[in-house]
């Protein structure tokens, strides 16, 4: 029986953010606080983990809390 891998997304600029994709990770490049926040509202089913360039987690600010789990990039 295979474990379950859970989704890991990355959002924030994408210079940042397009060579986690050859990790397998799903990228959703964003440009200002607008598409940070579309990004966020429009995570895949089954998303475990989210990584957020600085920028990113600023424009977020309180979403933060709770599931899924977060991790920041340092700036």
Known sequence: MGAYMGV???IG????V???AM?????????????????WESLPS???LVILTAAAADALGGRLSGDP??????A
């Not at 600029?13 to 940042?16: G, I, Q, S, T, V």
């Not at 990790?23 to 990004?39: H, K, N, S, Y």
């Not at 789990?69 to 340092?74: E, K």
């Open 8 to 10: 890991i997304v990355v």
């Open 13 to 16: 600029e994408p210079a940042l």
């Open 18 to 20: 397009s060579g986690y």
């Open 23 to 39: 990790a397998g990770a799903t990228t959703m490049p964003a440009r200002g606080a607008d598409e940070v926040r579309r990004a």
């Open 46 to 48: 089954g998303t475990t």
């Open 69 to 74: 789990l977060t991790a920041v990039m340092p």
